[in-house]
């Protein structure tokens, strides 16, 4: 009897991490490779910054690594390093914030200091949020402030992707903030359309159990 073969359907949590994984490693080749150069002219931009610059680089690091670890099934059956894991990530989010806020006032236009100030207040709003969801055990409501949250967060890595194509780079800060503040409203709203999707799947079976139970 020959086996049936089954469709490999890949997991759309599997996809948009390994999406995100190479638009990581994307921006790390096209948009940080002067941190290895110390005479790259990028430095001369940052000086204004001073020390803000490295803890602000390292949060953000942490933040975006720790982030896509809470949405791990696997990691998430072990509560103690969960929860190690979702601490981990709320500091670091709150902390990449505050030096970005920070040193925006010193190194960016008026423009883009107000996006910049509205990302990451709507982030830390959103990780707190989620982090007191936990301490009052309502997980479920935990989980969609989690998502929203890291959906701000991974603007770092798309709106760099998305500047690296010629038609928007040749369009300097005014694309730089355009692209930005797009992706801030797409980002939340595909979040919002994902757990009402999720809503909606649930009840679809609540009818037929109630006529089978009658």
């Known amino acids: 009897m020959a086996r049936q073969r089954t469709a490999f359907t890949p997991d759309p949590k599997h996809v948009l991490f390994a999406a995100m994984g190479l638009g990581l490693l994307f921006v790390l080749w096209n948009n940080e490779a002067f941190l290895l150069n110390p005479a790259d002219p990028h430095w001369q931009h940052l000086a204004p910054a001073g020390w ?81 969801m936990a301490r009052r055990r309502k997980f479920e409501w935990h989980r969609a402030w989690m998502m929203r949250s890291y959906a701000i967060a991974l603007i770092f890595i798309e709106g ?37 999707w999720e809503k909606l799947k649930l009840p679809a079976k609540e009818p037929l159990a109630r006529s089978r139970a009658g």
Not at 79 to 104: E, N, P, Q, S, V
Not at 191 to 196: F, G, N, S, T
Request: proline share 3%; hydrophobic share 55%.
């Open 52 to 132: 803000r610059f490295p803890p602000h680089g390292l949060f953000g690091s942490v933040a975006l690594v720790t982030g896509a670890l809470q949405f791990s099934s696997r990691l998430r059956r072990n509560r103690r390093r969960h929860r190690l894991i979702g601490r981990t990530y709320a500091i670091a989010a709150i902390g990449t914030c505050c030096f970005a806020m920070w040193m925006a006032t010193f190194i960016s236009p008026w423009f883009l200091t107000l996006f910049t100030w509205t990302q990451g207040i709507a982030l830390m709003l959103c990780t707190g949020i989620g982090w007191t």
């Open 160 to 196: 760099r992707v998305l500047m690296a194509i010629p038609w928007f780079g040749a369009r300097g800060l005014d694309a730089v903030v355009a692209v930005n503040w797009f992706l801030l409203v797409v980002s939340l709203l595909a979040v919002e359309l994902w757990l009402q």
